[in-house]
């Protein structure tokens, strides 16, 4: 089956499901048959889309990582000042994790266990999303509008503070005394508390002041 073929509402399904799946159970603990059964087509069928359960994986962390680098490099490069861009990129990454439950919980077991994943197939677009943001914080500290810091720290605690408040929503509600951390509001509440952290930290001291 040619790539075109394969491009098809199946294979737009089929990851759809496979995203839940790994994000509850983790690769090893998501099957292909119930993937599978649940989008109406046989195991063996699946194969036609994605070769293997690492394909399929690896196809799902490759479309969460396009979406980061869509909304992230849309924000920086768009017209503004560097305080407008670092504001904007923020806000969509936020809003992105909200709207995307599954991104949290997907990254961090990535992080924890790293199996099936194809890494050579996903890293030239995690070094581009990492680059950029590194790229876009060292830019602002030459032209004076950051702090002068490290862009790696900083990369760190821009994708760490927005990224745990989702991966973690349990926790995060009941430390919050919300119910829903997804919800609109408590997703502006949160967008606007990191903000100002993120000031706080990453401007020179008179404009933090």
């Known amino acids: 089956m040619s790539a075109s073929q394969r491009d098809t509402p199946t294979r737009e399904r089929l990851l759809d499901v496979?995203?839940?799946?790994?994000?509850r159970y983790g690769y090893a603990g998501a099957h292909l048959q119930?993937?599978?059964?649940?989008?109406?087509?046989?195991k063996t069928a699946l194969y036609y889309y994605f070769p293997s359960k690492s394909a399929l994986y690896t196809a799902v962390i490759h479309s969460m990582l396009e979406a980061f680098e869509e909304v992230l490099g849309t924000a920086l490069q768009r017209p503004g000042t560097y305080l407008e861009r670092l504001q904007d990129a923020h806000a969509?990454?936020?809003?992105?994790?909200?709207?995307?439950?599954?991104?949290g919980r997907i990254l961090v077991r990535i992080f924890i266990d790293g199996a099936g994943v194809e890494y050579e197939q996903v890293a030239p677009t995690i070094?581009?999303?990492?680059?950029?943001?590194?790229?876009?914080?060292?830019?602002g500290v030459k032209a004076g509008a950051f702090a002068?810091?490290?862009s790696r720290h900083f990369f760190l605690s821009f994708?760490?503070?927005?990224?745990?408040?989702?991966?973690?929503p349990e926790l995060?509600?009941?430390i919050l005394g919300v119910e829903d951390v997804f919800a609109e509001d408590v997703r502006d509440w949160r967008r606007d508390e990191v903000q100002?952290?993120?000031?706080?930290?990453?401007?020179?001291?008179?404009?933090?002041?």
């Open 18 to 23: 496979a995203e839940k799946e790994f994000a």
């Open 34 to 42: 119930s993937i599978g059964e649940q989008v109406g087509v046989q």
């Open 92 to 103: 969509s990454f936020n809003e992105l994790l909200a709207r995307r439950p599954n991104y």
């Open 127 to 139: 070094e581009r999303v990492i680059g950029g943001v590194m790229a876009f914080h060292g830019e």
């Open 148 to 150: 002068p810091r490290s």
């Open 159 to 168: 994708f760490g503070m927005t990224l745990f408040h989702y991966a973690a």
């Open 172 to 174: 995060s509600a009941r």
């Open 196 to 209: 100002s952290l993120l000031l706080e930290g990453v401007l020179p001291r008179e404009s933090s002041a």
